[in-house]
């Protein structure tokens, strides 16, 4: 599957642990993104990073919230002290460049529940 | 502060006839619009984009209006199959960025 992969798809936690996202963007994308969906919501943009770099963490909950894109490996969003608002859909996307008008492809997401 | 509204949650069409969703915005300053089709447990699926210098763009059965001055654009669907079933997302964009705006979707139903 040459496609965005994330894991976990599903990640239960309860409040005050740690969770980790993973994401593996699609072969030859050096750009990726995470975005949020809560319940009811659309997708909202959370960041942007390109290899060992993040570009724009605007979309970031100032605590609590941080992500790397290191120079091999997965993508990883890391969520420290998680509360119950946290509970919601976390997708990835890459893209080939981060020209503009980038074409965005979306990984499957990794739904996280938190207790 | 929803920039982007797609107002109408659910849809449903015949199969065979023209579905119709809908999404309006109120940032003057997006000139970069697309829509993404959603199926349960999977991600976003890139379906049509149009820039602001044009007012309709067309994909086989897939068909978007951009009606700026009423910020406001549309999709169609002629002719709607059962497998177009599926969460329609509209997301915008202004001067380029990857920041793309997200609506919260409409869920199209084709009926058999």
């Known amino acids: 599957n040459a496609g965005v992969m994330q894991n976990p798809r599903h990640l239960v936690r309860r409040r005050g642990q740690e969770a980790r996202l993973r994401c593996s963007p699609m072969?030859?994308?050096?750009?990726v993104y995470w975005y949020r969906q809560l319940p009811e919501e659309g997708l909202k943009f959370m960041v942007y990073?390109?290899?060992?770099?993040?570009?724009?963490e605007s979309g970031m909950p100032k605590e609590r919230f941080s992500a790397e894109f290191p120079k091999e490996g997965p993508s990883i969003l890391r969520i420290q002290q998680v509360v119950r608002g946290d509970s919601a859909a976390y997708f990835c996307?890459?893209?080939?460049?981060?020209?503009?008008?980038?074409?965005?492809?979306f990984g499957s997401g990794t739904q996280l529940s938190v207790l | 502060d929803q920039q982007v509204k797609q107002n109408s949650p659910s849809l449903s069409v015949q199969e065979g006839r023209i579905s119709i969703l809908n999404c309006d915005y109120t940032?003057?300053?997006?000139?970069?619009f697309l829509w993404y089709k959603k199926y349960p447990a999977e991600g976003p699926t890139f379906l049509i984009s149009?820039?602001?210098?044009?007012d309709k763009n067309e994909d086989g059965r897939f068909t978007v209006f951009l009606n700026k001055s009423a910020k406001h654009l549309s999709l169609h669907i002629v002719p709607s199959q059962p497998g177009d079933s599926a969460v329609y997302f509209c997301?915008?964009?202004?001067?380029?960025?990857?920041?793309?705006?997200f609506g919260t979707g409409t869920r199209l139903k084709v009926l058999a």
């Open positions: 996307a890459s893209s080939p460049g981060g020209g503009p008008n980038e074409k965005l492809f």
């Open positions: 072969k030859g994308h050096s750009h």
């Open positions: 990073l390109q290899k060992e770099n993040i570009i724009d």
């Open positions: 940032n003057s300053m997006f000139d970069y």
């Open positions: 149009i820039s602001s210098i044009k």
């Open positions: 997301a915008a964009s202004a001067g380029g960025t990857y920041k793309y705006i």
